[in-house]
């Protein structure tokens, strides 16, 4: 998937809720276990980096390297109204 593509995508499923605002409370990087990413819903394969984003209420996300990138960028720029990163 294209970066465009894929950081409008993040960008929606920030604005519906899907994905947090918040920055992660712990963070954590290995290999993918075949487990969905939270931002593309593709597996997280062996040979992939995974971002494991823990936040409070023992919320864990998972992400492909990129897509974490992509989804940190978009959740700190916001929009008028929206809470603090």
């Known amino acids: ?6 950081t409008a995508m993040i960008r929606d499923r920030v604005i519906d809720g899907v ?4 920055k992660c ?6 290999y993918g276990k075949g487990r969905p990413c939270a931002a593309c819903d593709q597996p ?3 040979a992939d980096v995974e971002v494991e984003c823990d936040l409070p209420k023992e919320i864990t996300f998972r ?3 990129q897509c ?3 989804w940190d960028r978009t959740r700190q ?4 109204g929206d809470a603090e990163p």
Do not use: K, N
């Open 44 to 46: 997280i394969l062996a």
């Open 25 to 30: 409370q712990v963070t954590w990087f290995g």
């Open 77 to 80: 720029d916001g929009s008028p």
């Open 1 to 6: 998937m294209e970066d465009q593509a894929l």
């Open 19 to 22: 994905l947090p605002r918040e």
């Open 68 to 70: 974490f990138d992509l």
């Open 63 to 65: 992400f492909h390297r």
